[in-house]
């Protein structure tokens, strides 16, 4: 009779062990409910904030998060799996023993609940941590003054626990059952040795590479649950390596779509009103929500006068004069003729949109588009920004309407305006539209070497008009986005400690099945130091088949899926991230071989 203080005295007795498997499914579950939780409360649903950012750049939050969370899950699961077959590997004998006098119902009952308490008390710390890491993460954003989607944890927490109980449940005591079915007591209870050569043990060679390389290669790449090891490692370097240079890329990227959408060196000369307006629209999380003016009131109006007196400035490096109104975009279904009947494009969807007329040539933004920009003779097409694109089903195809008017939409921009509810078109037809006369906005770029910024505002201020520098606003919207990326940084910990614990516990594991062989190698004159050579040799083999793919695939995942127009570090950020992985994964063989060194004394020694 298998009772409940008998599982437990067997579980303390290997606690580091059980600890480990314990410890893994609490970190991967961990992770799990932190990324979940924020990405219902902070990454997915970025346009339900009072936070303006931008379809593109929502985009690219969602994608790598949801990418994060596929490898923690994975890795919990193969960590598992590794796990259970080092709980029955450590116990051949006793198992075999047990089997042998008749208590093979015994024994799978005893492996069923070990790995129901496993599961359980794994499960509940992973998801308390979780919780208390998302907690803290709103409250750090509390403190900075952003706002935070209102989740129910629990609820989320609730689902998350039945399902990591099911899934973890069963990839621990699958493993073990079978092994469990499969064990032979004659082979339980006979001394195992590997196939190998030891007729040159005895001799100097094998303080060499060569014999250790091949004992230890051959352990590596042909043991029980060498694959698995392999396969969480890939996936632990392939999960850093996404965050180290998924988050370098990702930053500049971002960095590289919003200095280009707001550009760099530009002021804003309008009325104070519209200053604070378009400020306020610019702004990724807004202090307050600003109204907007009555933008058609003539004297919110610069004089064309004016306009043509900065244009023949030498100081002035370019000049853009805009039009800006609210208006309203209604989508224009597509009615397509098919053999049996028709197809519809689109819906009746609509957006309330920040219109701006500008004059194509005179435009000081280098957004990233899909399309192309309008220019002189489009008189009836139009650039929408990217958060219209859930608006418009396909905008190759279909149409905006505006005050009546059909128009073509030329292309998409990556926009920080609005959040990226923007439209651009020609000066000449918003105005015909709205019967506005004069321009509301100048953008400008100055030579600071030919003129002063106090000089120039003097000549602003005295045409009852404002000067803005909008550098401002382009840093305040990049340390915006530099703390969103804090708040994903105790990631890479996570996976380190939970590869940490796979590489410990399979290298223990594999000592432990080689003790025989150990025997027999010292037996024949093997030294201490050639059995710690192998036992070395044998980790940093999984460690460089494991790491350096898994590196090189998070690499091109970042390159080529992550992001559109990716802005790449430099050569010298690259070879230093590249120097912290292997240093990494180094110090991770080091601890490894140091802890199984300090388990299995009695065999290495």
Known sequence: MVTLSYILKDLSRRRFQTLSAIGALALAMGGLTFLVLYGLGLGFNYSKLPWRVSVGLNYIF??????????????????????????????????????????????????????????????????????????????????????????????????????????????????????????????????????????????????????????????????????????????????????????????????????????????????????????????????????????????????????????????????????????TAYEVKLVTPVPDGYMIVGDDRRAQVLALGVNPGDVLNDWVLSGRFINEGDESALVVGDSLLDVVYDISQEHLKILGRDFDIAGACVDPLNGGYTIYLKYETLQALTGFEDPNVVLVKLDLEKTSISDFEGSVTRNNLELYDLTSVLDKDLGFLQDVWLSLSTLPSLTIIIGGLILINFTALSVSARSNDFKVMKAVGAKRKDLRGIVMTQTFLLVVLGAVPGVMAGWVFCTSFLVLSPSLPSVLTIAIDVVLLAIIFAALSVVSVYYVRRMTAHVVT
Not at 89 to 100: N, P
Not at 158 to 184: A, D, E, N, T, W
Not at 187 to 211: E, F, V, W, Y
Not at 233 to 255: H, R
């Open 62 to 327: 969602a994608v790598f998060i949801l990418i994060a969370s596929i490898l923690v899950f994975l890795i919990g699961l193969i960590a598992l799996s590794s796990f259970s077959s080092l709980l029955t590997g450590l116990r051949v004998r006793d198992i075999g023993i047990m089997k042998a006098i008749g208590l093979a119902e015994e024994v799978n009952s005893f492996f069923l609940f070990e790995s129901l308490i496993i599961a359980f008390l794994g499960c509940v710390i992973g998801i308390v941590g979780g919780l208390l890491s998302f907690y803290l993460t709103t409250v750090f954003f509390r403190i900075l003054g952003f706002s935070v989607i209102s989740v129910q944890p629990f609820s989320v927490a609730s689902v998350l626990f039945i399902l990591g109980m099911v899934i973890s449940f069963i990839s621990i005591y699958l493993p073990l059952h079978r092994s469990i079915m499969k064990l032979q007591t004659s082979n339980a209870l006979s001394p195992q040795t590997m196939k190998l050569r030891l007729g040159n043990l005895g001799r100097r060679s094998i303080a060499r590479a060569s014999p250790a390389f091949k004992i230890a290669s051959r352990s590596a790449l042909g043991d029980k649950g060498s694959s698995r090891t392999l396969i969480s490692l890939f996936l632990i370097s392939c999960l850093l390596s996404t965050i180290i240079f998924g988050g370098q890329i990702i930053s500049g990227t971002v960095q590289n779509y919003v200095e280009r959408g707001i550009g760099e060196g530009v002021f804003l000369i309008a009325h104070k009103d519209i200053v604070a307006y378009y400020v306020n629209r610019l702004s990724f999380n807004p202090l307050e929500d600003v109204a907007a003016p009555n933008l058609s009131n003539p004297g919110y109006n610069i004089p064309v006068g004016f306009v043509d007196w900065l244009r023949s400035q030498p100081y002035v490096k370019g000049l853009d004069p805009r039009l800006i109104a609210e208006l």
